[in-house]
Nanobody, 121 residues
């Protein structure tokens, strides 16, 4: 599975960005997720969605501001980020896993290369 994430950038606090992650090489992935890693910190869970049912999961820090979605036909999933805060600044990674997993864990099999999101105050 190859994952390509894009859509990061520089935005002012309160602004919005939409990240996209295109998956190729495998057509079925049970869970897809977004994670982020800020400098000097561990990678942390942001959001996840089950591919077939569409159940969503969010970290408390982004709940109500971020929305994860997927387009099965395009094998692509998205992270709409609204009301961005400086503490959202990080490299964002997309990931997929082919079978059951705790969607909040980092034990996904496949990872994208990361895209930088910088939120200025």
């Amino acid at each position: 599975v190859q994952l390509q994430a894009f859509g990061g950038g520089l935005v002012q606090a309160g602004g919005s960005l939409r990240l996209s992650c295109a998956a190729s090489g495998r057509t079925f992935n049970r869970y897809t997720g977004w994670f982020r890693q800020a400098p000097g910190k561990e990678r942390e869970f942001v959001a996840a969605i089950s591919w077939s049912v569409g159940s969503t999961y969010y970290s408390n820090s982004v709940k109500g501001r971020f929305n994860i979605s997927r387009d099965n036909a395009k094998n692509t999933f998205y992270l709409q980020m609204n009301s961005l805060k400086p503490e959202d600044t990080a490299v964002y990674y997309c990931a997929v896993h082919p079978s059951y997993i705790d969607p909040r864990s980092t034990h996904y099999n496949y990872w994208g290369q990361g895209t930088q999101v910088t939120v200025s105050s």
